[in-house]
């Protein structure tokens, strides 16, 4: 298991940019592959990145590919999202979580954070 917690979340006008950041605690976070899941009123968790345990595999919902970019510094415990031209249909909380299997799917993640929000005004 591993604490996770995240921030850099606010509020942004479209097309502009934030970048999140989730620290976590542990000596074992650089073996977890990391991703970032998101949930906006009334909906669903939805995939967004995820990324394997030395940054050599990434993964990205289509809805992001091209604007998002996930990454991870194992020496300061930290994964980071950097979103850019962001768009309303981008709000939502934002977690990070941490996995056994760098995957889409939520059910593989064992630990969570508690989440930052995305506020994106058009």
């Known amino acids: 298991q591993v604490q996770l917690v995240e921030s850099g979340g606010g509020l942004a006008q479209a097309g502009g940019s934030l970048r999140l950041s989730c620290a976590a605690s542990g000596r074992t976070f650089s073996t977890f592959p990391m991703g970032w899941f998101r949930q906006a009123p009334g909906k669903e968790r939805d995939f967004v990145a995820a990324?394997?345990?030395?940054?050599?595999?990434?993964y990205y919902a289509d809805s992001v590919k091209g604007r998002f970019t996930i990454s991870r510094d194992n020496a300061k415990n930290t994964v980071y999202l950097q979103m850019n031209s962001l768009k309303p249909e981008d709000t939502a909380v934002y977690s990070c979580?941490?996995?056994?299997?760098?995957?889409?799917?939520?059910?593989?993640?064992?630990?969570w954070g508690q989440g930052t929000q995305v506020t994106v005004s058009s």
């Open positions: 990324i394997s345990w030395n940054g050599g595999i990434r």
């Open positions: 979580a941490a996995s056994r299997t760098t995957s889409m799917n939520p059910n593989d993640y064992h630990s």
